[in-house]
């Protein structure tokens, strides 16, 4: 069975402050791991990291992937208070199809203090 | 630029009643499917879809059923609703091995 496991599942911070969010994973024919946010309602995409040790980046968000470790971690550096969200990593395996969905991790509360 | 459209967005059921939530997407993917997101849980895989005319079981199936009716459409029904199905419903679709996109939600509780 597949696994993903977030951690911390909840972490406060304040304003201007970098934060670093971890996800390990167990899957059967890896294929990806996938960075979500969910603020109020529906989860919107990230990142989408496949190859090891290459680092996906966007503004002050950032995100990398160990395939031999078996974890990634999501960078954000100088949170504002719009960064408080769920934080949602989910992983995809290879299978014949080509979609049998992800599976989530349990998701990291991450709350922004002024 | 709807994306995917869930409805409703929310719902009271009494404990033995049944409703259908109704999804569809407009950027003409292959794949779709049926989350449900509970407390402390984060999203666990009911149904899916990875082409029209094809149903499969995720990690939580039971008391549900699917109906894909097009490509462009996925339902999720509920026979008899429980207490224990009291949750927020996603649907989402997808290329194969590409991003999913999600539906904003159906708040379901069942009393």
């Known amino acids: 069975e597949d696994k993903v496991v977030q951690s911390p599942l909840s972490l406060v911070v304040h304003e201007g402050d970098t934060v670093t969010l971890n996800c390990s994973y167990e899957v059967t024919n890896f294929r990806s791991l996938l960075w979500y946010k969910q603020e109020k309602k529906a989860p919107t995409f990230l990142f989408m990291l496949?190859?090891?040790?290459i680092e996906k980046k966007s503004g002050r968000l950032s995100s990398i992937l160990d395939k031999k470790e078996l974890f990634s971690i999501l960078n954000i550096t100088a949170t504002q208070t719009g960064d408080s969200a769920i934080y949602l990593c989910?992983?995809?395996?290879?299978?014949?199809?080509?979609?049998?969905?992800?599976?989530f991790g349990k998701g990291t509360h991450l709350i922004i203090q002024p | 630029n709807a994306g995917v459209t869930q409805t409703p967005k929310f719902q009271v059921l009494k404990t033995g009643q049944s409703m259908t939530l109704q999804c569809a997407q407009d950027?003409?993917?292959?794949?779709m499917y049926w989350y449900r997101q509970d407390p402390g849980m984060g999203l666990r895989l009911i149904y899916y879809?990875?082409?029209?005319?094809?149903?499969d079981k995720g990690e939580v199936p039971n008391g549900y059923n699917v109906s894909r009716l097009n490509k462009r459409e996925f339902s999720l029904r509920l026979e008899s609703a429980a207490p224990s199905q009291t949750s927020v419903y996603f649907c989402?679709?997808?290329?194969?091995?590409?991003?999913?996109?999600f539906g904003s939600g159906t708040q379901l509780s069942v009393l």
């Open positions: 496949t190859s090891s040790g």
């Open positions: 950027m003409n993917h292959n794949s």
């Open positions: 879809s990875a082409s029209e005319g094809t149903t």
């Open positions: 989910a992983v995809e395996a290879m299978s014949g199809g080509g979609a049998d969905g992800l599976t």
């Open positions: 989402a679709s997808s290329r194969a091995y590409e991003k999913l996109f």
